[in-house]
């Protein structure tokens, strides 16, 4: 264990030691030792239009909050390991539009929030459609 009493008094005050620095303050403990998972946000996609998607989520209430980081596939599920399109870090920053993409085609889209522990939860998996893109056959 960390305080053994087999172990050395120097060594004991080492360990100790090491603890102080590695959690200056009790936040950075507690941070460490967090457990629970961020509270996970409600997605939605707002406004979609040929070449755009805009999603928007609600807020994090969580005090430990670090960031949102929102995924993009063109197919399910999204995971952590798709496409990576946001990483915000204001809690109340709600919104992300998804700019440049191809028409006629369907984007899956999940929010991940994650917490200064470095936990994370997803949101609900939505997916969205951008409109079919018309050629403008006169020239105008």
Do not use: H, M
């Amino acid at each position: 264990g960390l305080f053994d009493p087999l172990v050395s008094p120097a060594t004991s005050t080492a360990r100790a030691n090491f603890l102080v620095e590695d959690f200056p303050n009790a936040v950075n403990c507690l941070e460490r030792l967090d457990l629970t998972p961020p509270v996970p946000s409600v997605l939605a996609a707002t406004n979609i239009t040929v070449s755009t998607i805009t999603l928007s989520w609600s807020q994090n209430p969580d005090k430990d909050f670090a960031s949102y980081k929102l995924f993009r596939s063109t197919s399910s599920p999204v995971t952590q390991s798709s496409t990576l399109i946001a990483t915000i870090t204001n809690s109340s920053a709600l919104s992300f539009t998804n700019t440049g993409l191809s028409p006629n085609t369907q984007f899956f889209y999940k929010l991940f929030t994650f917490d200064k522990a470095g936990l994370s939860s997803g949101s609900n998996q939505i997916s969205a459609v951008t409109s079919v893109g018309f050629p403008n056959l006169l020239g105008l």
